[in-house]
């Protein structure tokens, strides 16, 4: 079993010697993005000319299906079939793992008359084009038996129980601290319904060449959704090829297989041609996963020094019934600050809505806009900087575990932070500042996200040209996996990045776990570094054991691998001459790595600091962004300007989270109101000015061989909460309630009677 | 229904549905997939393409509307090893992530340099007489019918920044 401590060793990685980590190299699928031709699942070219399938959705949030009027549709110019649950392809029944290593089990669509969410699909109609396709589906009439639905989460708490499993973590007596505590915040927080809203909705297109089905699909794990298709087709998941090579945003919403995955499947084998099905705008809202509101109760107790003596948070949320996601929004406050005192748990509803499930930095984007808004609570009351009150609070082991800390450079951040920001031009007195109409403050917030690493494997080949090709059933979401895997090859191996092609998002090559919770780069990463290592060790072997090789018989522990040349000292060949002679068929190999053993011994988490200024419109109670600047800490990082465009796009969702972005349900529909790009605020091009992000320099090597970890997630959280204090500042009104909309500020400004 | 369009310099002559969008027209009878449907309605911008010159929501056009139209999408601006300035701008800055929305991004970045060139004005112009100075204000606000999810706004504003120049 690997410990951590052989990760600690040098590597090619580590040494950097051609200097390619670290680098800010070109986006490496960049070009085919810029000139639109890189295919995404929907644009794939089949091997025949597509039927295009286009869902029909329930318009109550629970009950039955009674009867589908679908004559009219079956009619309609075009239409190659109508399914509905009374005559859809037999499916295995929903939970079935006829294959108990599937990493998913079925889920039928269309399977029963039940109506379990508003937008699930009740129809499924299939045509020659999309025109046809689009006008049959409105033919289609359903009609229901609604039954008594639970939509409305702020009047259902009393329906809250323990998420399944779990119970609340307690450390000392909170109650007796906070009951005893001299300085206390005892506030409730709100974040509201958000959504993904990826550009690319849901798609897929299939076909089936015999027995076995291709599909090309947007989804972010390869394995999960090839094994989702299996199950719930019951075919050995050998029959099912499944493509993701680009995907147009994911952001844990595409964690998992939707009816477009398993319908088109259905629909190309009946129709024995190739079939393609995407989701509306509309129906990407409501027929695939949201993150769930979540309310904060927030309860600190200090000393008049500032030092916690007590600590609570507890979260409420809710999630689809028949399902078991929490939103673990209380889990990022047990390892951020000290505090002897300490209770952390969460409740949740079961409601009748659609599937609330991951969504970028599940747990702590919610969870942070609670505590890190307490927190500059309780530094004003303790007449504090919010900054020294964290430094007050910087535990030296983990406040929960006792472990150590792997690396922590939260401090750092935050100073560093503070420094390049102008933290000191913040007045501490609300309200102080204007600039015509609008009042000006600045805020702050911490940040924290885990790091995690998953079993995976990688497989990388050498031809006889001496290109290097690494392959994976990896995804790149946009995060940049094509790039760094690109990187780590050339680096491990001492080849120019141009010798280096990246071939992932097929299920036929070595499994890694996808893209998600910001495990993505140090996971798939980590299984590309060591397969690249089993190709040197191969390398070596064939030179040092070939007479025609000036390194016959050299000491393989001398062997250098450096810009393409493979040499011991002055002896040396290129990569290309080497296996053109001695392996023209070319070398093939694998490499995997797990966490290792005792990597649990350490709290392991990436860190940083949000800083913002906002304008607050005291006529309107518009708030605007002035100024974002965050310093973020994440072990090395591999490519500056991809880690860099992920962590300012995480802090503009935290934007968005603080400013605009809120799904509103119709208690009548169990529906969201918003459900279009134009109603669903996320940041745009106008909201976002003069942002701007660092990372500090930092290897942690309890993480990985190569002392990386993931920065996708870290940069939404807290953010929002930064802007929120900001708001304070500006205004001295303190809004506990997100997104903070002009109707709330106003309100607030007027009950100030400002 | 016949239409004839020239895309991308080529006259192409479609006999399609007349419900057909010009964005679907592209998708799927011509097979320039490079534009995109983001929503379906106009709320997104990754369908952008350039009518005449001039930038629009191609998923909110009829196909039938453009006899005659001549048609710029992004596989006409630039392709890999020959890219656009703006392509190559986007590419050097890393304004793009997932690249869902960069066709329309760019296409839109082609469009709306032409538009201030042109002095069309927008809610940040403050003097209407004058020349149009692509501020840094003028380019978000011109850019911001073009939705980025993965928030590439910064690097989207700096690639602008470097074909536009540097304007006080």
């Not at chain 2, 656009?84 to 082609?110: K, M, N, W």
Request: hydrophobic residues 40%.
């Amino acid at each position: 079993m690997t410990s951590v401590r052989d990760w600690a060793e040098p590597n090619p990685v580590t040494e950097n010697r051609g200097g390619v980590i670290g680098k800010g190299v070109d986006r490496y699928e960049g070009a085919l993005k810029v000139t639109g031709t890189a295919p995404y699942a929907y644009d794939t070219v089949a091997p025949s000319p597509p039927a295009i399938g286009v869902l029909v959705t329930a318009t109550i949030p629970r009950g039955r299906v009674t009867s589908v009027d679908t004559a009219a549709a079956e009619a309609a110019p075009g239409v190659q079939l109508v399914w509905t649950h009374l005559n859809v392809p037999a499916q295995a029944p929903r939970g079935t793992r006829a294959n108990p290593r599937s990493q998913r089990a079925s889920n039928p669509a269309l399977g029963s008359d039940r109506v379990e969410y508003y937008g699930q699909s009740v129809a499924f109609v299939v045509a020659d084009t999309f025109e046809n396709a689009r006008a049959a589906a409105e033919l289609v009439k359903v009609a229901y038996a609604a039954e008594p639905a639970v939509v409305d989460f702020m009047a259902s708490f009393d329906q809250a129980t323990l998420p399944p499993d779990e119970e609340d973590v307690h450390i000392g007596d909170f109650h007796g601290a906070f009951a005893a505590a001299p300085v206390t915040i005892d506030e409730t927080y709100f974040s509201p319904i958000q959504n993904h809203v990826q550009m690319e909705p849901c798609a897929t297109i299939a076909w089936w060449e015999g027995d076995k089905v291709t599909v090309h699909t947007s989804i972010q794990m390869v394995k999960g959704g090839q094994h989702a298709l299996a199950e719930t087709l019951a075919i050995p998941s050998s029959d099912v090829h499944l493509l993701t090579r680009y995907i147009g945003g994911g952001f844990g919403g595409k964690g998992q297989p939707y009816d477009d995955l398993i319908l088109s499947a259905l629909a190309a084998r009946a129709l024995k041609r190739p079939v393609k099905v995407a989701y509306t705008r509309q129906q990407m809202f409501h027929g695939t996963i949201h993150r769930p509101a979540v309310d904060m109760r927030v309860r600190l107790g200090a000393e008049p020094n500032g030092r916690l003596t007590a600590f609570a948070v507890e979260a409420t949320t809710h999630c689809a019934r028949a399902a078991t996601f929490t939103e673990h929004a209380a889990n990022f406050s047990r390892n951020l600050y000290a505090a002897p005192n300490r209770l952390t748990g969460h409740r949740l509803v079961r409601m009748d809505l659609p599937h609330a499930g991951p969504m970028r930095a599940p747990g702590e984007a919610p969870g942070m806009l609670s505590l890190e808004c307490a927190m500059d609570e309780l530094a004003e009351k303790l007449g504090l900087d919010p900054i020294e009150l964290r430094i007050r609070n910087e535990p030296d082991i983990d406040p929960e575990t006792g472990k150590p800390f792997s690396i922590r450079q939260l401090v750092r951040c935050m100073t560093e932070g503070a420094q390049r920001f102008g933290w000191e031009r913040r007045n501490p007195v609300p309200g102080q500042v204007r600039d015509g109409r609008w009042m000006v403050g600045m805020g702050m917030a911490a940040a924290i996200r885990g790091n995690f690493l998953l079993p995976a494997k990688a497989g990388v080949r050498i031809d006889a040209g001496g290109i290097i090709t690494l392959r994976q059933g990896m995804t790149d979401i946009g995060t940049g996996t094509y790039t760094i895997l690109a990187q780590i090859t050339a680096e491990t191996l001492g080849v120019p990045l141009g010798h280096v092609r990246v071939e992932i998002g097929d299920s036929d090559f070595p499994p890694a776990p996808g893209s998600g919770g910001q495990f993505g780069a140090a996971t798939a990463g980590s299984a590309a570094f060591e397969a690249g290592m089993n190709l040197r060790r191969a390398l070596t072997e064939l030179a040092v054991g070939d007479p025609n090789s000036p390194l016959y018989g050299g000491p393989a522990e001398y062997v250098t691998f450096e810009n393409g040349v493979i040499a011991i000292e002055n002896r040396s060949e290129t990569l290309a001459a080497l296996v053109g002679r001695a392996a023209p068929d070319g070398i093939y190999v694998e490499g995997s790595i797990s966490p290792a053993a005792d990597a649990r011994d350490y709290s392991q988490h990436t860190y940083g600091a949000h800083f913002a200024e906002v304008g607050v419109n005291q006529v309107t109670g518009e708030v605007r962004l002035r100024k974002m600047f965050g310093v973020f800490a994440a072990g090395r990082i591999l490519n500056a300007k991809t880690a860099k465009s992920q962590i300012t796009g995480g802090m503009i969702w935290g934007v968005g989270t603080a400013l605009t972005e809120v799904n509103a349900v119709d208690p009548r529909f169990g529906s969201f109101v918003n459900q279009d790009m134009a109603e669903y605020l996320a940041p745009v091009h106008a909201d976002i000015v003069d942002l701007d992000a660092m990372f500090l320099d930092e290897a942690d090597d309890k993480a990985n061989p190569m002392g990386i970890k993931g920065v996708g997630e870290l940069g939404i959280a807290g953010a929002g909460a930064a802007i929120a204090n900001a708001i304070y500042n500006a205004t001295g009104v303190r809004l506990r309630d997100y997104p903070m909309t002009p109707d709330k500020v106003l309100a607030g400004l007027m009950a100030k009677g400002l | 229904m016949r239409t004839t369009i020239t895309v991308n310099g080529t006259a192409r002559t479609l006999d399609v549905d007349p419900r057909t969008t010009l964005l679907d027209a592209l998708r799927e009878h011509l097979g320039l997939t490079g534009s995109k449907k983001g929503c379906d309605h106009g709320q997104c911008g990754a369908c952008t393409v350039l009518v005449n010159g001039v930038r629009i929501n191609s998923c909110l056009s009829i196909l039938a509307m453009h006899d005659g139209d001549q048609v710029t999408t992004i596989e006409g601006l630039g392709q890999p090893g020959a890219l656009h300035p703006v392509q190559q701008a986007f590419l050097e800055r890393d304004a793009l992530q997932c690249g869902y929305c960069t066709p329309g991004q760019i296409c839109s970045t082609v469009g709306m340099l032409q538009e201030a060139a042109d002095g069309w004005a927008s809610k940040e112009t403050a003097d209407l007489s004058a020349p149009t100075a692509l501020t840094d204000a003028e380019i978000r606000e011109r850019m911001s019918g073009n939705i980025c999810r993965c928030s590439a706004y910064p690097q989207i504003l700096a690639a602008i920044r470097d074909l536009a120049g540097e304007v006080a």
